[in-house]
């Protein structure tokens, strides 16, 4: 792709054409696609075709080196709905903490949009499901007016932004990219399906044809996610509020893959990040920036309150548009997710990835229920390794046990395939990665390393024995690799059949 500039200052982000313009209030549109990792076409991914979003990059600014602070939906929304880390406002296991209030004066960052005069839309008529999903792990509500106390919504409204909303702020998720019933669905219905043949796999799964057959499925969802970018930018259009309106969009957390969702390495924190919109000069930016830069990139730009605690930065300069200096680390965090219990942390620089596991006597495959059903490349792995045709480095997801600590050079093995801890050439890295990490935690709350010892597993029912006593011909399909679509309906049977059993056990 022809970038017309190319920068390594993380906030050289946006240079308006003049100060004038940057002091209106714009409009602000956050486009979050579930699961969503760097394969988008105009970040190199072959085999796939996003129009739109290309565009977007050719007159705006692409982030190659965006993270999110952790590889699971809830703990990463709740840090950028906040705009600061979860692990400090004890919002970093999965699913946790739905009824408990925001603590230590930690309000929304919608609370200070709305205070900065802003109306506060959630998801888009005209999207898969509506794009209204919130998932953070404290108290709220989708709407409603918010005091912490006794009021805990975080939007004014749904779906639709009009002229008479501005200045708004609206955050639309594209759910399609996300595992669901509707992937051979959408798969089946594009014009264009990707060829298996074509997809780049990397070197961490087999060359087996039922993981082609997935991964050009997953860049499937990802073509139908652009053609939806395509539909908000020309509502935007049509309704004459594309010349006062910044658009960011990102991904949640990684790709829904192994080694990605739920796991530290890059595939799994590495997301796409754009910003576009009117007087924003085409950019690269290759240095660390966080989702959470994107929080405070937001409340700066509407001329709202910047909160002292807040974790981000914001990207740029609103008055002057000069560059603010880069991140020379990023903290990631994974905790619970669902039914498994963990703990592990990350701290990156621009060349290498350290990883500390707190619980190194579990492994990466824990034979997580949700994986059961939707990671069919789990399948393979787990086949071809009773048949012993696995190669050491797809081997390595697959260990009984992880180590204490993971040390990757980023430059050298972007696939993160070889462990570098422990090589006494690397000793003293190894040592300045600790003392990042140790930097930061001293620097910061994490409630997860306070918590290890009393949590509690999410009971997430037993869909998967259900389906193998009642529907075992279509177990055997997802075990030999095939997609799910029918997990919905799995789930709610199953549900029902143990109310049943409880009942009758009474």
Same mark, same amino acid.
């Given at each position: 792709?022809?970038?017309?500039?190319?920068?390594?200052?993380?906030?050289?982000?946006?240079?308006?054409?003049?100060?004038?313009?940057?002091?209106?209030?714009?409009?602000?549109?956050?486009?979050?696609?579930?699961?969503?990792?760097?394969?988008?076409?105009?970040?190199?991914?072959?085999?796939?075709?996003?129009?739109?979003?290309?565009?977007?990059?050719?007159?705006?600014?692409?982030?190659?080196?965006?993270?999110?602070?952790?590889?699971?939906?809830?703990?990463?929304?709740?840090?950028?709905?906040?705009?600061?880390?979860?692990?400090?406002?004890?919002?970093?296991?999965?699913?946790?903490?739905?009824?408990?209030?925001?603590?230590?004066?930690?309000?929304?960052?919608?609370?200070?949009?709305?205070?900065?005069?802003?109306?506060?839309?959630?998801?888009?008529?005209?999207?898969? @499901?509506?794009?209204?999903?919130?998932?953070?792990?404290?108290?709220?509500?989708?709407?409603?007016?918010?005091?912490?106390?006794?009021?805990?919504?975080?939007?004014?409204?749904?779906?639709?932004?009009?002229?008479?909303?501005?200045?708004?702020?609206?955050?639309?998720?594209?759910?399609?990219?996300?595992?669901?019933?509707?992937?051979?669905?959408?798969?089946?219905?594009?014009?264009?399906?990707?060829?298996?043949?074509?997809?780049?796999?990397?070197?961490?799964?087999?060359?087996?044809?039922?993981?082609?057959?997935?991964?050009?499925?997953?860049?499937?969802?990802?073509?139908?996610?652009?053609?939806?970018?395509?539909?908000?930018?020309?509502?935007?259009?049509?309704?004459?509020?594309?010349?006062?309106?910044?658009?960011?969009?990102?991904?949640?957390?990684?790709?829904?893959?192994?080694?990605?969702?739920?796991?530290?390495?890059?595939?799994?924190?590495?997301?796409?990040?754009?910003?576009?919109?009117?007087?924003?000069?085409?950019?690269?930016?290759?240095?660390?920036?966080?989702?959470?830069?994107?929080?405070?990139?937001?409340?700066?730009?509407?001329?709202?309150?910047?909160?002292?605690?807040?974790?981000?930065?914001?990207?740029?300069?609103?008055?002057?548009?000069?560059?603010?200096?880069?991140r020379d680390t990023f903290y990631a965090a994974r905790d619970n997710w669902d039914e498994i219990i963990d703990c592990m942390r990350s701290i990156n620089t621009e060349r290498y990835k350290y990883i500390r596991n707190y619980?190194?006597?579990?492994?990466?495959?824990?034979?997580?229920?949700?994986?059961?059903?939707?990671?069919?490349?789990?399948?393979?792995?787990?086949?071809?390794?009773?048949?012993?045709?696995?190669?050491?480095?797809?081997?390595?997801?697959?260990?009984?046990?992880?180590?204490?600590?993971?040390?990757?050079?980023?430059? @050298?093995?972007?696939?993160?395939?070889?462990?570098?801890?422990?090589?006494?050439?690397?000793?003293?890295?190894?040592?300045?990665?600790?003392?990042?990490?140790?930097?930061?935690?001293?620097?910061?709350?994490?409630?997860?390393?306070?918590?290890?010892?009393?949590?509690?597993?999410?009971?997430?029912?037993?869909?998967?024995?259900?389906?193998?006593?009642?529907?075992?011909?279509?177990?055997?399909?997802?075990?030999?690799?095939?997609?799910?679509?029918?997990?919905?309906?799995?789930?709610?049977?199953?549900?029902?059949?143990?109310?049943?059993?409880?009942?009758?056990?009474?």
């Amino acid at each position: 792709m022809n970038r017309k500039i190319k920068v390594t200052t993380a906030a050289a982000f946006i240079g308006m054409t003049t100060a004038a313009q940057i002091q209106q209030k714009p409009n602000i549109l956050w486009i979050m696609a579930e699961d969503m990792g760097q394969d988008l076409e105009c970040y190199g991914m072959k085999a796939v075709r996003t129009p739109n979003l290309n565009r977007m990059v050719e007159e705006g600014v692409i982030y190659r080196a965006a993270c999110c602070t952790a590889p699971i939906s809830s703990p990463s929304r709740s840090a950028m709905m906040t705009g600061v880390h979860q692990t400090v406002i004890n919002a970093h296991n999965h699913r946790s903490n739905r009824d408990v209030p925001l603590g230590d004066g930690v309000k929304p960052i919608t609370y200070y949009l709305r205070e900065a005069g802003y109306t506060c839309i959630l998801g888009n008529s005209n999207v898969m @499901n509506k794009g209204r999903k919130t998932d953070c792990n404290f108290k709220h509500t989708p709407l409603g007016e918010w005091n912490g106390k006794n009021k805990f919504g975080l939007f004014d409204k749904y779906d639709e932004f009009t002229p008479e909303d501005q200045p708004f702020f609206a955050q639309v998720q594209l759910v399609v990219t996300h595992r669901g019933d509707w992937w051979k669905r959408v798969t089946a219905g594009s014009e264009h399906p990707v060829n298996p043949d074509s997809v780049e796999l990397p070197p961490y799964l087999p060359d087996d044809a039922r993981v082609r057959r997935q991964w050009a499925s997953y860049l499937d969802q990802v073509e139908y996610m652009d053609n939806e970018v395509g539909m908000l930018m020309d509502e935007l259009k049509r309704k004459g509020m594309m010349d006062n309106t910044i658009v960011f969009f990102i991904g949640d957390n990684g790709r829904c893959e192994v080694k990605g969702k739920g796991y530290l390495y890059e595939p799994g924190v590495k997301i796409p990040m754009i910003a576009w919109g009117k007087g924003i000069r085409p950019s690269e930016v290759k240095e660390l920036v966080s989702t959470l830069d994107i929080s405070a990139t937001v409340l700066d730009l509407a001329g709202a309150e910047m909160p002292d605690y807040l974790d981000g930065k914001p990207l740029f300069d609103r008055a002057t548009g000069k560059a603010a200096r880069g991140r020379d680390t990023f903290y990631a965090a994974r905790d619970n997710w669902d039914e498994i219990i963990d703990c592990m942390r990350s701290i990156n620089t621009e060349r290498y990835k350290y990883i500390r596991n707190y619980m190194p006597e579990k492994g990466w495959d824990e034979h997580q229920q949700y994986l059961e059903f939707h990671r069919p490349a789990i399948h393979v792995l787990r086949e071809l390794k009773k048949d012993g045709r696995l190669s050491s480095v797809q081997m390595q997801f697959m260990e009984e046990k992880k180590p204490a600590e993971e040390l990757y050079d980023l430059r @050298n093995d972007p696939h993160e395939t070889r462990n570098l801890a422990g090589l006494p050439q690397y000793e003293n890295v190894l040592k300045d990665m600790r003392f990042r990490m140790d930097s930061w935690q001293k620097r910061h709350k994490d409630c997860g390393l306070k918590d290890m010892d009393r949590r509690v597993p999410e009971d997430m029912g037993d869909v998967r024995g259900y389906v193998m006593r009642n529907y075992p011909e279509e177990w055997k399909k997802l075990t030999d690799g095939e997609i799910c679509d029918k997990y919905k309906k799995f789930a709610s049977e199953a549900r029902k059949d143990s109310k049943k059993n409880k009942k009758e056990k009474k």
